[in-house]
């Protein structure tokens, strides 16, 4: 399973971005989708997550309501919209899938993904 994350930039704050990540090999309906940020000197985070169907989101506190994840199964892509970036969201963004049976197929992951992308960098400047 490969994952090719695009759609970074450097943008000023208050500006808008959409990531894009497309996935070739494996079977893209049986992953969990994520998207994870590292920022310079800083630990990676997770930052929002979607189920197999994509029937389910879950977001950290410091992007709710300002970044929003979604998938086209046909496409096998994943996405996610920010809106209003802030200084504080610069980082290199790196989407992730996770494997589930479908007896799982509910579950929203924040971490031990099976496979990574190797990101894309977004910078926000004030």
């Known amino acids: 399973v490969q994952l090719q994350a695009s759609g970074g930039g450097s943008v000023q704050a208050g500006d808008s971005l959409r990531l894009s990540c497309a996935v070739s090999?494996?079977?893209?309906?049986?992953?969990?989708m994520g998207w994870l940020r590292q920022a310079p000197g800083r630990e990676r985070e997770f930052v929002a997550a979607?189920?197999?169907?994509?029937?389910?989101?879950n977001y950290a506190e410091s992007v709710k309501g300002r970044f929003s994840i979604s998938r086209d199964n046909n496409k096998k892509t994943v996405y996610l919209q920010m809106l209003n970036l802030k200084p504080e969201d610069t980082a290199v963004y790196y989407c992730?899938?996770?494997?589930?049976?479908?007896?799982?197929?509910?579950?929203?992951?924040?971490?031990?993904?099976?496979?990574w992308g190797k990101g894309t960098q977004v910078t926000v400047s004030s």
């Open positions: 992730a899938a996770k494997y589930y049976i479908l007896s799982e197929s509910y579950r929203v992951p924040h971490e031990d993904y099976d496979y």
């Open positions: 090999g494996g079977t893209f309906s049986r992953y969990a």
């Open positions: 979607i189920t197999v169907r994509g029937d389910n989101t």
